[in-house]
């Protein structure tokens, strides 16, 4: 017989698992077009006539944009809201992927990725704002793990496929199918989504099921109610310590979004489709991670009663310490070796992704999600244009991949140690600093 105290709770509608759903087919479509410049690296090399170095600097131009575009878009967010600035940002990462297909030049080329990244920009902050909105925090992870797995998930289905149509019909197919797929994205996140309030298809029992906590946690600490400047936010330890832990996450996960396939073909003299096949088995094992680790597990074991806290702390820490097997990778000799390595790497450091893309609303008032998420992803996008730069330069130099893994390695043992020592308990920004603004 069920007991009257989680009876309810069954009968509770799942439209907010429909907005999860939606939001990680935008992530999905969103990072075909960051994979699209990956698999075409040889057939750029040979259109333009261009260095390694060089498309070091071409996989990061994206990041550029979308790194200055951070912060304000978060503050954008929260004046403006998900709705409208997500469908900006939509319009013109569609028109850039057009941009890329029929670009004349290499010049052209870049400024398609420059439009790219602020197109872009608002995707992860927008998502984090929106989680926070739609789920309780006990809801979270799972919901922030659905979104954050496509990134991983769209490597095993997009290399493929985009590899099959740069072989068939050339690059410049490729990214114009992204663009398609992308103005198709447009549709249906304009007629699907809202922010809880204002949304049509929501349940009065869903609605008061969703704003319950926050109802509860406003009533106990009335402070979170306020909005707080960029200035302050940026001197509070959780939010230094969660852009670090973020930031050296995202080094690796950038370093092999970009040069994953090249790694396989040159360094393990693997042919082009194949090394397009091995390129998704490490992302397959990413997705599990995320969702299902990162996601579901985390779920499910505060629901059983566990110490929300420790269990996130726990997946976090171990998640980003299993990242270290980047190192193994470095001494790779066979192909079988460096999946093992790679998939250890990239799969801890995907289960702990959704605590990661959590954290802001978690530890920020609702006012400052969008901001806290913008600070966070700024850190991200440092990352994102270190990573293929250094790595381009490493790979010029030593005609290797093992400095540029060891130079991750090295960067994550900072972030594990601001997850750590800075970020602490993965709580509300404490009391004595909120007043203190």
Same mark, same amino acid.
């Given at each position: 017989?069920?007991?009257?105290?989680i009876?309810?709770?069954?009968k509770?509608?799942?439209?907010r698992w429909q907005i999860?759903?939606?939001?990680?087919?935008?992530?999905?479509i969103?990072?075909f077009?960051?994979i699209n410049?990956?698999i075409?690296?040889?057939a750029l090399?040979?259109?333009f006539?261009?260095?390694?170095?060089?498309f070091?600097?071409l996989?990061a131009a994206?990041n550029?944009?979308?790194m200055?575009?951070?912060v304000?878009?978060?503050?954008?967010?929260?004046k403006?809201?998900v709705?409208f600035?997500?469908r900006?940002g939509?319009v013109i990462?569609?028109?850039? =992927?057009f941009?890329?297909?029929?670009?004349?030049?290499l010049?052209i080329?870049f400024?398609a990725?420059?439009a790219?990244?602020?197109g872009?920009?608002?995707?992860?902050p =927008?998502?984090?704002?929106?989680?926070?909105?739609?789920?309780p925090?006990?809801?979270r992870s799972?919901?922030?793990?659905?979104y954050?797995?496509a990134?991983k998930f769209s490597?095993?289905? %997009?290399?493929p496929?985009?590899g099959? *149509?740069?072989?068939?019909?050339?690059?410049?197919?490729?990214?114009?199918a992204?663009?398609l797929l992308?103005?198709a994205?447009?549709?249906?996140?304009?007629?699907?989504?809202h922010?809880?309030?204002k949304?049509?298809?929501? =349940?009065d029992?869903e609605?008061?099921y969703?704003?319950?906590?926050?109802?509860?946690?406003?009533a106990?600490?009335?402070?979170?109610?306020?909005?707080?400047?960029?200035?302050?936010?940026l001197r509070?330890?959780?939010?230094?310590g969660?852009a *670090?832990g973020?930031?050296?996450?995202n080094y690796i996960?950038?370093?092999l979004?970009t040069?994953?396939?090249?790694y396989?073909?040159?360094?393990?003299?693997?042919?082009?489709m194949?090394?397009?096949?091995?390129?998704?088995v490490?992302?397959l094992v990413a997705?599990?991670?995320?969702v299902f680790?990162?996601g579901?597990l985390v779920?499910?074991?505060i629901?059983l009663g566990?110490?929300?806290?420790?269990v996130r702390r726990?997946v976090?820490? %171990?998640?980003t310490?299993?990242?270290l097997?980047?190192?193994g990778?470095?001494?790779?000799?066979?192909a079988?070796q460096?999946?093992?390595?790679?998939?250890i790497?990239?799969?801890g450091l995907?289960?702990?992704?959704p605590i990661?893309?959590s954290?802001? =609303?978690?530890?920020?008032?609702p006012?400052?999600?969008?901001?806290v998420?913008?600070?966070?992803?700024?850190?991200?996008?440092i990352?994102g244009i270190?990573?293929p730069i250094?790595?381009?330069?490493?790979?010029?130099a030593?005609?290797?991949?093992?400095?540029?893994? %060891?130079?991750?390695?090295?960067?994550?043992?900072?972030g594990i140690?601001a997850d750590?020592?800075?970020?602490?308990r993965?709580?509300p920004?404490?009391?004595?600093?909120?007043?203190?603004?």
């Amino acid at each position: 017989m069920t007991s009257p105290a989680i009876e309810p709770q069954l009968k509770i509608p799942k439209r907010r698992w429909q907005i999860a759903w939606l939001l990680g087919l935008g992530v999905l479509i969103s990072y075909f077009d960051r994979i699209n410049l990956s698999i075409s690296h040889t057939a750029l090399i040979t259109t333009f006539a261009i260095s390694n170095v060089t498309f070091g600097y071409l996989s990061a131009a994206y990041n550029w944009t979308y790194m200055l575009c951070q912060v304000p878009v978060g503050v954008l967010l929260d004046k403006l809201g998900v709705r409208f600035v997500s469908r900006i940002g939509i319009v013109i990462w569609s028109l850039a =992927s057009f941009g890329a297909a029929v670009t004349p030049n290499l010049d052209i080329f870049f400024l398609a990725r420059f439009a790219l990244g602020i197109g872009e920009a608002p995707l992860f902050p =927008s998502n984090t704002k929106a989680i926070g909105h739609w789920f309780p925090s006990k809801e979270r992870s799972l919901a922030t793990g659905i979104y954050d797995g496509a990134t991983k998930f769209s490597n095993v289905i %997009g290399v493929p496929l985009l590899g099959y *149509l740069l072989i068939r019909f050339g690059w410049r197919w490729s990214f114009a199918a992204t663009g398609l797929l992308s103005l198709a994205y447009l549709f249906i996140f304009s007629h699907v989504y809202h922010d809880p309030d204002k949304d049509p298809q929501l =349940s009065d029992r869903e609605r008061e099921y969703i704003m319950a906590e926050h109802n509860e946690a406003s009533a106990q600490v009335p402070s979170l109610t306020a909005k707080y400047s960029v200035r302050h936010l940026l001197r509070q330890r959780k939010v230094i310590g969660v852009a *670090l832990g973020s930031g050296s996450y995202n080094y690796i996960f950038y370093l092999l979004l970009t040069w994953l396939p090249s790694y396989f073909t040159f360094a393990l003299h693997i042919d082009l489709m194949h090394s397009f096949l091995y390129t998704g088995v490490p992302w397959l094992v990413a997705t599990i991670g995320d969702v299902f680790v990162g996601g579901w597990l985390v779920d499910k074991l505060i629901a059983l009663g566990w110490n929300a806290d420790r269990v996130r702390r726990v997946v976090l820490l %171990g998640g980003t310490a299993m990242g270290l097997g980047i190192i193994g990778a470095a001494t790779a000799h066979t192909a079988g070796q460096a999946l093992l390595w790679i998939s250890i790497s990239i799969g801890g450091l995907s289960a702990a992704a959704p605590i990661i893309w959590s954290v802001p =609303s978690l530890i920020a008032p609702p006012k400052n999600v969008g901001t806290v998420g913008g600070i966070m992803n700024l850190s991200n996008q440092i990352s994102g244009i270190a990573a293929p730069i250094v790595t381009g330069y490493v790979v010029a130099a030593f005609h290797s991949y093992a400095w540029a893994f %060891g130079i991750s390695a090295a960067y994550l043992l900072v972030g594990i140690a601001a997850d750590a020592f800075l970020l602490g308990r993965i709580g509300p920004i404490p009391l004595e600093a909120q007043r203190a603004a």
